[in-house]
């Protein structure tokens, strides 16, 4: 496989591709079509504020607030709002604004911890994902984590993913190479795309699907998706789905 680097063209046996959603490698190799959402989301860590060892996710109509304890009194927090719900907002301080109103309908934790986040610390995005199907190898190129099959992070399992592709990579990698294949290095990728591609495509789809679903903004369907996780949701203290709002 030949790279055109800084330092000039070079030859390798392989390549492993780990770029992310927007590849400027992969693009070169594959054509890959990225998927908007309806909503956007923001993320932040809030410093100074004590919510135990605990991880939360407060569901509302087109609205969600997750957040998750780091230690020494900073929090992770994260906020999805449909675009629906921000109407015509023209610029980042009014969709803020639109945003914080949810957030105060909230319990009081959560505007607690919008207040205790520097705002130039807010990271605001929109979600998109890949399509499933885009190829895991290409001859010697084999593609990994969200270069491959970027999902939604609605699981927070991107990560997961991403490190499953590097175990079934080194199975492959390990059985080919034992037995001793013509142009093993070929075969090992070949084995690694078919070995991922049921289960990257599948989680791409529940991903996406769950996202939607916690979403929901109908009256109606806020209620019923809220009855179901409450009849289904574990209670412990690691996580604890609580105070569905607007049910």
Wanted: proline share 4%; charged share 20%; aromatic share 8%.
């Amino acid at each position: 496989v030949e790279v055109a680097t800084d330092a000039g063209l070079r030859t390798y046996d392989g390549l492993l591709l780990a770029d992310g959603i927007g590849g400027t490698a992969r693009h070169s190799l594959v054509q890959a079509r990225t998927r908007p959402t309806h909503y956007v989301a923001w993320r932040g860590i809030a410093h100074g504020v004590d919510v135990g060892r605990r991880m939360r996710e407060i569901w509302g109509r087109g609205f969600r607030f997750g957040y998750a304890a780091m230690g020494a009194g900073d929090v992770y927090w994260f906020a999805t709002v449909n675009r629906s719900r921000l109407g015509r907002a023209g610029n980042a301080a009014e969709a803020w604004r639109i945003l914080a109103a949810l957030a105060a309908e909230g319990p009081p934790e959560v505007a607690r911890m919008m207040a205790a986040t520097p705002m130039q610390a807010v990271y605001a995005h929109a979600i998109h994902d890949l399509a499933p199907g885009l190829p895991l190898a290409v001859g010697r190129i084999a593609l990994l984590g969200d270069t491959a099959h970027a999902v939604t992070p609605n699981l927070g399992f991107g990560g997961g993913l991403a490190l499953e592709d590097g175990a079934a990579l080194m199975r492959a990698l390990f059985a080919h190479r034992v037995a001793e294949e013509p142009d093993a290095l070929t075969a090992a990728l070949r084995a690694y795309a078919e070995m991922r591609k049921r289960r990257v495509a599948r989680m791409a789809q529940v991903t996406r699907w769950l996202g939607d679903v916690m979403q929901w903004e109908g009256k109606a369907a806020a209620y019923a998706r809220d009855t179901l996780f409450r009849w289904m949701a574990p209670l412990g203290d690691r996580l604890v789905w609580t105070w569905m709002m607007g049910g």
